[in-house]
């Protein structure tokens, strides 16, 4: 099976196919009964948090640094897609596909000058940095009445399973053809020993703060289609439970692994629907699964692995076994 799937892995056609049938079982699931109203929703929370994971991932996980204000970048680009799905763009073609863009966009232009003023620290700092912008941006959403306040908004519904699909897809070639690149492999190196990295002329600084925008970028997205998937935001849904719970996802899955993000996302979702029935302790678990994956899996189940199906072909010639 493992021969198999690493000679799919190097047909040319096989993963653009793979990506083609999944956008069509998408649409088809819009125009035809295959899932119930329930099961939609959890699919496109499902491509949500891979987005989320993935792009957390890449700071987290690739680059070797330690962020916990995901959510603040996640509640930017909710607020920024709802408040122009509300107020700029309302009832338009184009409504959800520049909601979204817009999300990302803000979110990646005020991680700019956040990864500027936390890169120039080093170790757990940006740990603190972040959290405290966590906290400052949840705060300012609840004191702007133009926003809601405390109160928050309710954007239109637009969300649905083949938009959310594309931007899964996006996410994940983006987000894998920058690792791989010539400039992703200087985020690597940071990971490994930064000291070296500056030695040998690899420059860290561009490549912090190049995985930082990018991240900040696909979080502020998947705000955007989280928002537009629910009927209401408010400021308390992007608080610290919520960066736990991306944290839980990256590391559950596994560090710097694309497949290990997915993963990842998959089974905390459905671990939470599972736990609905037991209510509030279900927050008493998140920590908990992440106290024992720092313990005895600190890596993840896909830690610095990667599903050769998510590798470039230049690298499967180099790992021909993998």
């Not at 170790?123 to 306040?149: H, R």
């Not at 987000?175 to 010539?182: A, D, E, H, M, Q």
């Not at 990295?197 to 289609?225: D, H, P, Q, Y």
């Not at 996802?249 to 979702?269: D, E, N, P, Q």
């Amino acid at each position: 099976m493992k021969e198999f799937l690493h000679a799919a892995a190097r047909c040319r056609w096989a993963l653009p196919a793979l990506v083609v049938l999944g956008f069509a079982f998408c649409l088809a699931c819009e125009f035809f009964p295959i899932f119930n109203d329930y099961s939609k929703v959890v699919l496109i929370t499902i491509g949500i948090n891979i987005i989320l994971c993935a792009s957390l991932n890449l700071v987290n996980g690739y680059m070797g640094e330690f962020s916990v204000g995901h959510a603040g970048f996640m509640s930017l680009g909710a607020y920024a897609s709802a408040v122009m799905a509300v107020n700029w763009l309302p009832s338009t073609p184009m409504e959800l596909p520049l909601a979204v863009v817009f999300g990302g966009t803000v979110a990646a232009v005020i991680g700019l000058p956040l990864a500027l003023i936390s890169f120039n620290t080093r170790g757990d700092y940006l740990a603190i940095i972040t959290l405290a912008f966590l906290m400052i941006v949840k705060s300012a959403f609840e004191n702007i009445a133009y926003v809601g306040g405390p109160r928050g908004m309710t954007p239109p519904v637009l969300t649905n399973m083949p938009w959310t699909f594309f931007w899964v897809v996006l996410t994940l070639w983006v987000i894998r053809n920058l690792v791989y690149s010539r400039f992703g492999r200087a985020i690597i190196a940071i990971r490994e020993d930064e000291i070296a990295a500056n030695a040998m002329g690899v420059r860290t600084r561009e490549a912090k703060i190049l995985a930082f925008v990018v991240s900040s970028f696909f979080g502020g997205v998947a705000g955007a289609l989280y928002a537009q998937l629910n009927f209401f935001i408010d400021p308390r849904s992007f608080d610290i439970v919520k960066s736990t719970e991306i944290l839980v996802m990256v590391y559950l899955g596994g560090i710097a692994s694309l497949f290990g993000s997915v993963l990842g996302a998959v089974i905390f979702t459905v671990l939470m629907q599972v736990l609905q029935p037991i209510g509030t302790w279900r927050m008493v678990i998140l920590p908990l699964i992440l106290v024992l994956l720092m313990l005895f899996r600190p890596r993840g189940i896909m830690g610095l692995r990667e599903l050769t199906w998510f590798l470039p072909r230049r690298e499967l010639k180099k790992e021909p076994g993998q």
